[in-house]
T-cell receptor
Framework: KAGVTQTPRYLIKTRGQQVTLSCSPI?????VSWYQQTPGQGLQFLFE???????NKGNFPGRFSGRQFSNSRSEMNVSTLELGDSALYLC???????????FGQGTRLTVV | GQQVMQIPQYQHVQEGEDFTTYCNSS?????IQWYKQRPGGHPVFLIQ?????EVKKQKRLTFQFGEAKKNSSLHITATQTTDVGTYFC??????????FGKGTSLLVTP
């Protein structure tokens, strides 16, 4: 059974640009969550999607958005990138909400 | 909002010594999950605790959930170099968003 796949693995962007990250959950998993991980702040919850609807959103500015498709694949978008957006972005999928989360390898975003 | 605090932030032990990390929530949790992240890796699920006072064991790892469902601990007996990594607790309150502690980084020297 394939795990959670995130693409791309690494990205370098310039301030002011926008970026789209992709996440393919484990087959059959309908819940997808996104987290930002930085050395100082740890793992911070961005949003959760279930059945193509955003169910929860963390305390992040509106520049951070996402969506989920009918096949449960998810994308997150960050617009007008800032230096502070440099982080590891992790996607996790679950068979059901509140169940154990399976994380992808993450996308390492560097904003210069 | 719900806050999950985890201590210590770092722990350095000699191989064979025990290790404990503690997790405290500002609010009552419906359940708590523990994850391990190896250096350069991604978080991997270890266990989920749901019941008040629950204790679960996985080989040398013992997990506890407090009676008030506001705190939890992970204890590793006789650490090994393979235990190196960062251990995170993640609490679920009334909602569905996992709220992670900042983790305890464990270093084990042989």
């Amino acid at each position: 059974k394939a795990g959670v796949t995130q693409t791309p693995r690494y990205l370098i962007k310039t301030r002011g640009q926008q970026v789209t990250l992709s996440c393919s959950p484990i087959s059959g998993h309908r819940s997808v969550s996104w987290y930002q991980q930085t050395p100082g702040q740890g793992l911070q919850f961005l949003f959760e999607y279930f059945s193509e609807t955003q169910r929860n959103k963390g305390n992040f500015p509106g520049r951070f958005s996402g969506r989920q498709f009918s096949n449960s694949r998810s994308e997150m978008n960050v617009s007008t990138l800032e230096l502070g957006d440099s982080a590891l972005y992790l996607c996790a999928s679950s068979l059901a909400r509140r169940a154990e989360a399976f994380f992808g390898q993450g996308t390492r975003l560097t904003v210069v | 909002g719900q806050q999950v605090m985890q201590i210590p932030q770092y722990q350095h032990v000699q191989e064979g010594e025990d290790f404990t990390t503690y997790c405290n929530s500002s609010t009552t949790l419906s359940n708590i999950q523990w994850y391990k992240q190896r250096p350069g890796g991604h978080p991997v699920f270890l266990i989920q605790l749901v019941k008040s006072g629950e204790v679960k064991k996985q080989k040398r790892l013992t997990f506890q959930f407090g009676e008030a469902k506001k705190n939890s601990s992970l204890h590793i007996t006789a650490t090994q170099t393979t235990d190196v990594g960062t251990y995170f607790c993640a609490g679920l309150g009334s909602g569905y968003a996992l709220n992670f502690g900042k983790g305890t980084s464990l270093l084990v020297t042989p």
